[in-house]
C-alpha cells in the first residue's frame, strides 16, 4: 500500500522567513497531493492542493510542487507569520482514501 | 451548507458502556469517512463509506461498528472500548464515492468527537 514519509517532523522559523516542507510517497498509482493545516485542539483544514497532470500550484503565499518521477511533493510557505504555527500533513491518494504524512510541526517566532 | 458537523464534541465513557458518535453533512457528498487521531500523530483511516456502502475496513477492532443510514449521516457505535481507544474522533466527507473510479476530492473534516475511555 501507499507510505507517506514527512520530513522536517519539527520546523522553526523566524518571521518573514520561508519555510520548506517536503513529503515521498511509494505508489506510482497516487495521484492527488492535498496538504492540511491542524491548528491545536481543530480540525485538518485543506490549504492546498495539487493533481498529478499538475507540478505546481500557488495560492498567495502558499505553494506546492510535484515531481511525479521522484515521487515527491513539496509545500513551501513565504513571508510565514505567526499564525502560521501548527501541524501540517501531506496528504497521498491512490484513489481510496487518504494516507498522511506523520505531519511537520511549523513554529515561527516573531 | 458547506460543512461537516459532528457530536458530541467531548465523550467520556467507562469500558462497559454503549455510546454513538454522529455525523453529518449537507453537501450532496456520497463517500464519507471515520478517522482516528491520537495526539501528534496523523489522522488514521477506519472505514469508508462509499454511496451508503461499506467500501473500506482498515481492520478495525469490533468494537467499532459504522453505519450509514443515508447519503447526509454517518454514525460510529461503540461498544466496550478500552482505554487506549481514547482519541479524537474524526469524521469526513467527498464529492464521489471512491468505490467505482480512482476519484480524488477534498475531503471536508468535522471538528470531531474527543473521546475518553475510563
Known amino acids: 500500500g501507499e507510505n507517506v514519509e514527512q520530513h522536517p517532523s519539527t520546523l522553526s522559523v523566524q518571521e518573514g522567513d520561508s519555510a520548506v516542507i517536503k513529503c515521498t510517497y511509494s505508489d506510482s498509482a497516487s495521484n492527488y497531493f492535498p496538504w492540511y493545516k491542524q491548528e491545536l485542539g481543530k480540525r485538518p483544514q485543506l490549504i492546498i492542493d495539487i493533481r498529478s497532470n499538475v507540478g505546481e500550484k500557488k495560492d498567495q503565499r502558499i505553494a506546492v510542487t510535484l515531481n511525479k518521477t521522484a515521487k515527491h511533493f513539496s509545500l513551501h510557505i513565504t513571508e510565514t507569520q505567526p499564525e502560521d504555527s501548527a501541524v501540517y500533513f501531506c496528504a497521498a491518494s491512490p484513489g481510496t482514501a487518504l494516507i498522511f504524512g506523520k505531519g511537520t510541526t511549523l513554529s515561527v517566532s516573531s | 451548507d458547506t460543512e461537516v458537523t459532528q457530536t458530541p464534541k467531548h465523550l467520556v465513557m467507562g469500558m462497559t458502556n454503549k455510546k454513538s458518535l454522529k455525523c453529518e453533512q449537507h453537501m450532496g457528498h456520497r463517500a464519507m469517512y471515520w478517522y482516528k487521531q491520537k495526539a501528534k500523530k496523523p489522522p488514521e483511516l477506519m472505514f469508508v463509506?462509499?454511496?451508503?456502502?461499506?467500501?473500506i475496513n482498515e481492520s478495525v477492532p469490533s468494537r467499532f461498528s459504522p453505519e450509514c443510514p443515508n447519503s447526509s449521516l454517518l454514525n460510529l457505535h461503540l461498544h466496550a472500548l478500552q482505554p487506549e481507544d481514547s482519541a479524537l474522533y474524526l469524521c469526513?466527507?467527498?464529492?464521489?464515492?471512491?468505490?467505482?473510479?480512482?476519484?480524488?476530492?477534498?475531503?471536508?473534516f468535522g471538528p470531531g468527537t474527543r473521546l475518553t475511555v475510563l
Open positions: 469526513a466527507s467527498s464529492q464521489e464515492g471512491v468505490a467505482w473510479r480512482r476519484a480524488y476530492n477534498e475531503q471536508f
Open positions: 463509506y462509499s454511496y451508503e456502502k461499506l467500501s
